[in-house]
Structures are given as C-alpha cells and as structure tokens.
C-alpha cells in the first residue's frame, strides 16, 4: 500500500470510532416536497429550499428558455466572453432587493466569501469574525493573511472590547458575521454590530445565504427590524430559498467594482450559467410578488417548536441539541424509521459536545406532518430515559 493510501485509511479509521466518519447517499429530490433515498420515499426537513422554488413551473421554464438560448455554460469568465445578459439582469433584481446600489455575482456561495474577503482586507489589517460564522467565512478571512481574530458568537460586547484593544494597530478592519447562523438558527445582532463598526471606522460583513427569501419580508436578515441594518457588504446565495445555485455581493456600485476587479473568485471563473441566472430571476419574481409565502417556513417553523417544547425560532431553522455524534445518529435513525429525513449534524461542522439534529422548515411542510415530527421529537428524542430498576432505588 503507497503511503498516502495508509495514511488515507488511518484517518478514515479515527473518523470511525468517533462515529464522524461521513458518506454520500443518493438522494432524489421527487417535484413535490419529497425526496428517495435508501429505496424509501421519505420527507425532508433538512434540505435548505425553504420555499421549495427549485422544482416550482415558473423557476424552471425560466431555466429550460435560457437553457435554450444561451446553451449550456457560459463558456468562459465574465472578462473575457462569458458576461451573458442575465448575469447582468440579476445583478441589478438583487440590489433592488437588498436596497444597495449594485450587486456582483459569483460561482457559488463559498467561492463569494473566498474572493471578497481577500479583496478587500490583507496583511496587517485586522478580520473580527463571529466564532460560529459559516467555515466558508473563515476560509476567507484565512486566506486574507489579515490578523483573524474571533468574538463570542453574537456578543457585541466582546468585539467591542477586542475593537477597543486592537483598531489602532490596523489601518482597516473587516467584521464578519452570518446574518441567519445556519446550524443555529438565530440571527445576528446586525444594528448593534452595525453601529459598532461605524464608531470604529470598520467594515460590516453578512453573510445572508440563510436569510434571503425567508426573513425581513424575503429580504434578508438586515430588513428583520423596522429599520434595516447598515450593512453595506452584504453576501448570500441562490442555492437555498431562491432554490438556483451561485452566490452574489450587494454593496456599493464602487465596492462592487472593486470586487469585480480584484476578487479571484470571479475574475479566474467561468461564470455562472445562464440556466441559474434566470432560474434566480424567477425566484425573485415569487418571492417579491407572494410575501405570504415567503414568511410560511418561519411559520411551520414556530408551529413545530410550540409543539416540541422549544423555544421559538427566529428563522426556519430549528437546532435539537443532542450533545455526542452518536446520539445524533441514532435519532436520525429513529425518524428515518418513521419516514422523515433529518441528517445528523456532527463535529467538526458544530463544536465538540454540540452533536444536533437540524431541521428545516419549507412552506410545503404540510402542518400534520409537522404536528408529527414534533410530538417524535419531544416524547422520543428528547424525553428522559425511564429510569432501570436500579436507578429507582
């Protein structure tokens, strides 16, 4: 065996005995809310299309005509011939959206937060990033080579102790922060982070892939409050309630310019397909047009919670907190046996201790089935073991 092979298998056994060791499994996703997976058709409450556009008529006839005029890829980076007219079309519907002068898109999500970040901070400035931000967020700032520096997640008060610290031995400095925390749930304290950055002459950054679409009127995170947050750097993603794929920044039309002209991730890219462009610009269309629907996953969300006995969310996104990767498996195992898809979260994805189930509210989620899922939880997953008869004594 070549050493790289023993070294691969070792690794792969340690992953094992810690019950962290992960495998791909085909799962396909039906045109309703369902998916197969295993030989079983089973429903989902882990996938993140929270309004279920992906397989919506309109989202994908806007694919299908674009598929048909544009072909398949772009055919090269935006610089050089592959800037297709939708690119341009969508980046104008998201600063519409966002309320931002101008917007850039990228390849994905990740390859955002890789090119932005490095564009705009370096050497000898500083990243203050939330310790529970995306791990996309931390490759950036990582890739940066600026000092990265944590703060407690969402605690204010810390990053401003750490500003007070350290802001005069950088010349610029970059807050980063998920705006809805994607293994959590909650959403982060934007106003505060917001005001905090203007005191101290420093960036705000959000990343809203979990925001989008879901919270704020399908705005975002920064629209949840009356008054929306001053966020002028805020990131996200088509790949989850817009239900396309790629990523995007909203900002001003210099930053943007800016990132078009020194984010790698966009610059050395094929761009994005035409078939997503217009599958997102659809998305916009539903999402703009029915906010109704667009607020029902927060309601299935808190309607589950009521009925699990947990406090409420604040976005569709429900942590059921197990503590060691085991028992997370095996409570995944349980509600599979009962025909629901929740995929157990384990390190290095959530902190040692912090093993979860993470569900996922869509505004299909019919509310029997949520009804369901929530009295499984609460008297099987959650409710105390009876005690043995040793115990009782």
Known sequence: MHSLDEFATAKLGELQRASLRRALIDTTRTPGIWVLRNGRRLL???????LNLTHHPVVKEAAIAALRTYG?????????????PLLGELEARLARLKETEAACVFGSGYLANLGIIPALVGPGDL???DDLAHACLWAGARLSRAAVVPFRHADVRHAQALLTELRQHHPHVLIATDGVFSMDGDIAPLHAL????????????????HGVGVVGGGRGSNFVQPIKADVPLQMGTLSKALGAYGGYLCASAAVVDLIRNRARTAIYSTALPPAMAAAAIAALDVIESEPGYAALPLAKAKTFTRSAGLPEPTSPIVPV??????????????LENEGYLVVAIRPPT????????????????????????????????LAPAPATAAEAQ
């Open 44 to 50: 989902s409450f882990c996938c993140n299309v929270y």
């Open 72 to 84: 398949v890829g772009a055919g090269a980076s935006r610089l050089v011939s592959g800037n297709h």
């Open 127 to 129: 990243l203050l990033i």
């Open 194 to 209: 917001a005001a905090l950055a203007q005191r101290h002459d420093a960036w705000l950054m959000s990343d809203d892939a």
């Open 321 to 334: 907190l197990l503590g060691e990767a085991d028992a997370a498996l095996k409570a995944s195992r349980l």
């Open 350 to 381: 959530v902190p040692q201790g912090t093993a979860r189930l993470r569900l996922t509210f869509t505004a299909q989620h019919p509310d029997r089935e949520v009804e369901r899922l929530a009295e499984l939880v609460r008297t099987r997953i």
